[in-house]
């Protein structure tokens, strides 16, 4: 069994800065590759971005490239999003998501991913 749990959301202003933090655990030795995705209200999941295993390769959704940096620690296999310039069609609950390793690096695709967290809300005030 594979838990995935994401922490660090909360209520910031237009402009401010958040740290998403996750934690895959469950399978030792195994290197996950793990991405965010975030679902604003009344619509659907979308991806944010994502890193390969290695953290050598990464992706990032065209609104939060410049804004945003995903970066990892493999062996521990944490993610983190740092969020900077937050702005208020930011405001989402935003989920880790984590995969087993393959030759698709840093994936954007929701279905790949295997084991999900229970998502943070990130709230960005006007």
Known sequence: QVHVVESGGGLV???GSLRLSCAA??????????AWFRRAPGKEREFVAA?????GH???EDSVKGRFTISGDSALNMVYLQMTSLKPEDTAVYYCAA???????????ENLYEYWGQGTQV???S
Do not use: D, E
Not at 25 to 34: D, E, I, L, V
Not at 99 to 109: D, E, F
């Open 13 to 15: 202003q237009a402009g």
């Open 123 to 125: 709230t960005v005030s």
């Open 25 to 34: 655990s469950g399978r030792t030795f195994t290197k996950y590759a793990m």
């Open 58 to 60: 990464t992706n990032y």
């Open 99 to 109: 995969r087993m390793p393959s030759t698709v690096l840093a994936s954007t695709r």
């Open 51 to 55: 890193i390969s295993h290695s953290g």
